[in-house]
């Protein structure tokens, strides 16, 4: 997959990092706070095979921070939660949170840039983290700060995370109830995240086109094939 992004490297203070965006911005994708509330990550078929892109991109990038701007979509008919950005970032990295609004202010004049992934070795990244992942101690850790979900992982987590957003953008569609407009659960990354005896953070996935539903058809169906109307027998 071909990525369009935009690169910068903001500085805050002593640190600098490389940071790259989503372009466009993925307009019909939104997100809520997981920590204070249930997580819900909502997206139409281009949004979540593009962050699921990102995702791919995050797994084999352990010097960059990859930002996705979501405050700023198109709300959702019913929003559930705080809405927040998006971070994924390698722990390896040193990346506090509380340094994050400092480089978010220098965010500017960036540098447009194609990234490519690699779905293959995402996929098989991906499916060995999935087999043993009761076992696993690499998981995606999660916080959230300045109106900003941080996802800290590695390689496989990475990969795993992007396999199952890929999943909700491809069997999304399918829902019964996706067709009028409803968000359609499709996956999660709640197993991704640390085990708790407690109450444990959960992240699910959603599916929903974006309106006007004109432009949506089911696969499977033929778009040149005329919806019925409501004269139609």
Same mark, same amino acid.
């Given at each position: 997959?071909?990525? !369009? &992004?935009? #690169?910068? +490297? ?5 640190? *600098? ?9 993925? @307009? ?87 990234? !490519? &992934?690699? #779905?293959? +070795? ?5 499916? *060995? ?9 690499? @998981? ?88 019925? &109307?409501?004269?139609?027998?």
């Amino acid at each position: 997959m071909r990525l !369009r &992004t935009e #690169e910068f +490297r903001p500085r805050a203070g002593r640190y *600098a990092f490389r940071v790259v965006q989503p372009r466009p911005a993925l @307009r019909h994708t939104t997100l809520n706070d997981p920590i204070r509330d249930w997580g819900y990550l909502v997206g139409d078929h281009d949004g979540l095979s593009r962050l699921a892109g990102l995702f791919s991109f995050a797994a084999y990038s352990p010097h960059t921070v990859v930002h996705v701007p979501l405050r700023q979509s198109i709300p959702r008919d019913h929003p559930q939660g705080v809405p927040v950005d998006l971070v994924l970032a390698h722990q390896t990295l040193g990346l506090r949170p509380s340094v994050w609004p400092a480089l978010r202010r220098g965010l500017t004049h960036g540098v447009p840039r194609t990234v !490519r &992934t690699d #779905e293959r +070795r995402t996929a098989c990244h991906g499916a *060995a983290w999935e087999e043993l992942w009761e076992q696993r101690w690499d @998981r995606l850790q999660p916080a959230v700060h300045a109106r900003t979900l941080f996802l800290f992982g590695a390689r496989d987590t990475f990969a795993a995370a992007s396999l199952r957003i890929g999943e909700a953008a491809g069997f999304g569609p399918l829902g019964r109830r996706a067709a009028q407009g409803h968000d359609v659960l499709s996956s999660s990354l709640t197993t991704l995240l640390p085990l708790s005896r407690g109450p444990r953070t959960e992240l699910d996935v959603g599916f929903q086109a974006y309106p006007p539903l004109a432009h949506f058809t089911r696969p499977g169906r033929s778009a040149r094939r005329r919806r019925p &109307t409501a004269a139609s027998p």
